[in-house]
């Protein structure tokens, strides 16, 4: 089969991607092989700073091989090296295995706080989007980048499988899953398959209960979710293809019942989706890119997807780099839910029990020029608790 490329995608997914590499262009640092941080952050001691982006140039890369123009190969594997340096060889370390954030930033030394010294879901976030570079233009790689990689990935899965994941962290506990199944199958690691199941297996119990995530409603984790069970859609094997297949098989039931319910929310004529968003960034995916819109916008085109003007300045700039991923993996809608992201379907109320005990609603009413929503509650939701960094959370959600 020929290597994907712009040239092969789906138009509105070619659009995307295409968009999204060249925003992010002039953001490249030769000298570093990462992307700046289109933004500033924060020091901690109220300076702000220039600084590089080691995650989200993965992203950037999955871009560059799709459109291959010029000096793009070279420009990604450049990258490639470039982001496994940033990879953090700590054993019997919480972090080890996982990336620095930034170049800039203090590597986490013993005692060091999560989220604060550390992001573990850089494993995860980063560990993918290679195994997609390994599935898809692996006769593009030379052989020391891939022993890089599967170097890599070893130190990702050692650190990974020690880690207290919780199957309720719903976005990284789904790319966990793949994660350790894709590397368990490419290293000959059968028991990193088992618990790549295993982990499956308990994040569909868990969405079964009541056809919801914990994470409910999130325009940007949502995103995420559906980029992982892509994954597990892409490239698990199925069970005609004589192995057992757990993944492709729970996961295309959770990605059909996640679209009809994203699509339940959505409001095509304001552009939104209509909350209660367990966790959000904003409210307004017109001035925030949320992943979410991105794979929506693989339905509608640009003009009709709820996301930002990208020739003006919005907010969560770098996640509008997730794009490539989302442009090759493609979405797999529903045609009941693929009207709704189209045209309004008219006014309607949307009532979704999320959790049992303690027992969650989430309800919504949707009008012609408005929309509200709100959840209600009778306990903290402690399944989520002690895995999951401090959320922006919008329990009620008002749009005029």
Request: with cysteine; net charge negative; hydrophobic share 40%.
């Amino acid at each position: 089969m020929p290597l994907k490329s712009l040239s092969t995608l789906e138009p509105h997914a070619r659009q995307l991607a295409e968009l999204s590499t060249a925003w992010a262009d002039p953001f490249w640092d030769e000298a570093s092989g990462l992307l700046w941080n289109p933004g500033y952050e924060s020091t901690g001691s109220g300076a702000w700073q220039r600084s590089h982006l080691v995650r989200d140039t993965v992203w950037y890369v999955t871009g560059l091989f799709l459109r291959r123009q010029g000096s793009d190969v070279f420009r990604a594997l450049h990258a490639i090296e470039a982001i496994l340096d940033q990879q953090i060889d700590a054993p019997g370390q919480p972090y080890h295995g996982t990336f620095a954030r930034s170049p800039e930033e203090v590597l986490p030394q013993p005692g060091a706080r999560e989220w604060r010294d550390y992001d573990p879901n850089w494993r995860e976030f980063i560990i993918t989007p290679l195994q997609i570079l390994l599935a898809e233009y692996d006769t593009l790689l030379p052989r020391r980048i891939v022993e890089r990689i599967d170097a890599a990935t070893r130190l990702a899965v050692a650190g990974a499988l020690v880690r207290p994941l919780r199957s309720a962290y719903t976005n990284i506990a789904l790319m966990h899953a793949f994660m350790l199944c894709a590397a368990g199958e490419r290293l000959n690691e059968p028991g990193w398959i088992a618990r790549g199941e295993q982990m499956a297996q308990e994040i569909y119990d868990l969405f079964r209960l009541n056809q919801a995530f914990e994470e409910y409603n999130s325009p940007t984790y949502y995103g995420v979710d559906l980029y992982a069970l892509a994954l597990w859609r892409a490239y698990c094997p199925s069970p005609a293809e004589g192995a057992p297949g757990v993944l492709r098989r729970l996961g295309a039931e959770m990605e059909g019942l996640l679209w009809i319910d994203i699509s339940r929310y959505y409001h095509a004529g304001l552009r939104n989706l209509c909350g209660p968003f367990d966790r959000a960034y904003g409210m307004d995916m017109t001035r925030y890119a949320a992943v979410v819109g991105e794979w929506i916008w693989l339905v509608t085109g640009q003009e009709q997807a709820p996301f930002p003007d990208i020739e003006l300045p919005f907010a969560h700039t770098p996640d509008f780099l997730y794009s490539p991923c989302a442009a090759l993996l493609g979405a797999a809608v529903p045609e009941e839910a693929r009207a709704h992201f189209l045209a309004f379907q008219g006014p309607r109320q949307v009532e979704h029990v999320i959790a049992s005990e303690p027992r969650r609603t989430a309800t919504a009413w949707l009008e012609v020029n408005f929309m509200w929503g709100a959840e209600h509650t009778r306990g903290p939701n402690k399944a989520m608790r002690s895995s999951i960094p401090p959320p922006c959370t919008g329990k009620l959600h008002l749009t005029l």
